[in-house]
């Protein structure tokens, strides 16, 4: 019998191994930032009656949903943003577990696209944190105990913010840009005690775009896009590295990273491009690899690559295709779905997950010379539902949130 037995213990943690991904979806598009999942589980196709659970939120926000273990943490904002919640609901049935209140005096001014409460919350399993602009930025522990706050200053503009924080080793780091002084600051995730504080380019606009965290030959860099291109940093220092010249300013969708390139695409309508890591001061004419002209209207999702094939849409529905090496155009037509595009895509078994603003239909998409849309799902919500949040997947099910509510798919 032992060698039966020593058999189905290898068939177990063989299939153990294959099914499981990343352990925990625990900031802004999951531990790499760039909403790549390494769940092999991830569900193409769904419907309403794949809705394990919804519930209602309490008031607005579109941060997108965030967790360790069965613990979901998502925020909201009431009364025009002079409360802000924080809150824990439990992955397998949808109750609230707690929720956090934090008063904002002077609440920043917010775009119509954009709430009062989209940065994603961040957790390593220890503390959950949390980031509301003027608002603040606080760290709580998984049980809602608070342990430290910190006030970032006013953000004037009229935009607001929608910068998540991030956790980069033993600091969690946070992009404070806005139409006045622009910082990117660093603080010890125990103690929030200031680490680094970088200033950046002065008046950019707006703080949208989260930073993620890559490796290249050898060294790590924190990368950030923005309002006048991509910039490189140093994420033990905040010394800044190297900056690439955009095209047409915004600087909201993150940027994605394969095999050596990031990807990068403004906001604004404009050319996209490539760019090799690294280097010294301004990079643009030497490793900016190509740049494409894309027509096809302003950008809010991010770009997501897969393979030999990079996959961009914009707000308008418009999606194409490029060959990362090249740039060159493959495809690029209207996807089977009318309406807006805001949410960054889900990236999972060779396919990416694109999530429709009003009514949250979800657009499958398998990335290659020809458009191929391999699945268009629904959750059942009401036509001006408003879906601007990414998709979390969390052990086989997905977590998808509209401003009002979360629902839990399991086919």
């Known amino acids: 019998m032992k060698p039966v037995f020593i058999l189905l213990v290898l068939f177990a943690v063989t299939a ?41 939120l309490p008031g607005i926000g579109q941060s997108s949903p965030v967790n360790w273990g069965d613990r979901i943490f998502l925020t909201s904002a009431e009364d025009d943003g002079k409360i802000r919640h924080v809150f824990c609901i439990d992955l397998n049935s949808g109750k609230e577990l ?15 696209m954009n709430s009062l409460a989209t940065p994603s919350c961040a957790t390593d399993g220890e503390r959950v944190y949390a980031f509301f602009g003027p608002g603040g930025l606080h760290c709580f522990d998984l049980d809602g105990n608070a342990i430290w706050s910190k006030q970032l200053g006013d953000f004037p503009g009229s935009w607001g913010i929608a910068a998540s924080p991030v956790l980069v080793g033993d600091q969690v780091v946070q992009n404070c840009d806005s139409s006045g002084p622009s910082r990117l600051v660093a603080f010890d995730k125990k103690t929030g005690d200031i680490v680094w ?29 923005g309002e006048f291109g991509v910039r490189g940093y140093d994420p033990a220092t905040g010394k800044e590295l190297w900056f690439c010249k955009g095209f047409n300013g915004r600087g909201a969708p993150v940027p994605d990273y394969s095999d050596g390139a990031l990807f990068v695409i403004n906001g604004k309508p404009g050319d996209l491009y490539s760019v090799k890591p690294g280097g010294s ?27 030999d094939y990079m996959i961009a849409v914009a707000m308008n529905g418009i999606g194409a295709c490029f060959d990362v090496k090249t740039g060159k155009v493959l495809w690029n037509d ?25 009514g949250g239909d979800t657009i499958v998409i398998k990335p290659g010379p020809t458009m191929d849309i391999v699945a268009q799902n629904g959750v059942g919500a009401k036509k001006d539902e408003i879906f601007r949040s990414t998709i979390a997947p969390v052990n086989g099910k997905l977590l998808i949130r509209s401003q009002t509510r979360l629902y839990c798919v399991e086919p």
């Open 16 to 56: 153990s191994t294959r099914v499981r991904g990343e352990d925990n979806w625990n900031q802004f598009r999951g531990p790499t930032g760039r909403g790549h999942s390494a769940d092999k589980n991830v569900p193409e196709k769904w419907s309403a009656e794949s809705v394990k659970w919804s519930v209602d």
């Open 98 to 112: 707690w929720k956090k209140s934090i008063p904002c005096e002077n609440p920043e001014m917010s775009h119509k």
């Open 197 to 225: 504080d970088t200033v950046r380019e002065a008046k950019p606009r707006g703080g949208w775009s989260t930073p993620i965290l890559i490796g290249h030959e050898g060294k790590q860099e924190l990368v950030l896009n």
């Open 281 to 307: 001061g301004d990079v643009t004419k030497t490793h900016m690899v190509w740049h494409q002209g894309r027509k096809a209207g302003r950008d809010l999702p991010s770009p997501a690559v897969v393979g």
């Open 334 to 358: 209207r996807l089977g779905v009318q309406g807006e595009f805001a949410a960054s895509p889900l990236v999972a078994n060779g396919l990416v997950y694109f999530t429709n603003v009003f």
